[in-house]
């Protein structure tokens, strides 16, 4: 792996997504390719193969793009966005859910905001969420 310091990073908690998790970074992608990102996959031990796609996209992404953080069981949301918060490199970071409840069409207008309000990080990371 080598030296990267994204701006951003999107925590993206997963359990049982394994449908899913493609068509999100791929969107991810696709809305943030002028941007320095990273996206920290949290997956709570899904039994679908989830993990095993994650992986995948990281080889396809980049292991620097795509972080795989696994927990050893289902230890719900909060706790997957905490998990996540302590591998996260980025000044700013993105909470989403992997279910594309949370669109990542959205994001290049919220980062947009963020940059018109002048939002700053404190305490070495600001929270950008819906």
């Known amino acids: 792996m080598t030296d990267f310091t994204p701006k951003y990073s999107i925590i993206l908690p997963t359990y049982n997504e394994k449908e899913n998790l493609p068509i999100c ?3 991810i992608e696709k809305y943030l390719k002028e941007v320095s990102y990273e996206v920290i996959i949290v997956d709570d031990a899904s039994p679908d193969g989830t993990q095993d796609v994650a992986r995948l996209l990281q080889k396809e992404y980049g292991e620097n793009k795509i972080l ?14 905490s998990h996540g918060l302590s591998f996260a490199r980025g000044d700013f970071i993105i909470l989403m859910d992997a279910d594309l409840s949370h669109h990542p069409k959205f994001i290049p207008e919220m980062i947009a905001l963020q940059q018109k309000y002048k939002v700053r990080n404190s305490n070495g990371f600001s929270v950008i969420f819906w």
Do not use: D
């Open 68 to 81: 795989l953080k696994p927990r050893a069981g289902k230890l719900g949301l909060g706790t997957a966005y």
């Open 25 to 27: 970074i791929w969107l």
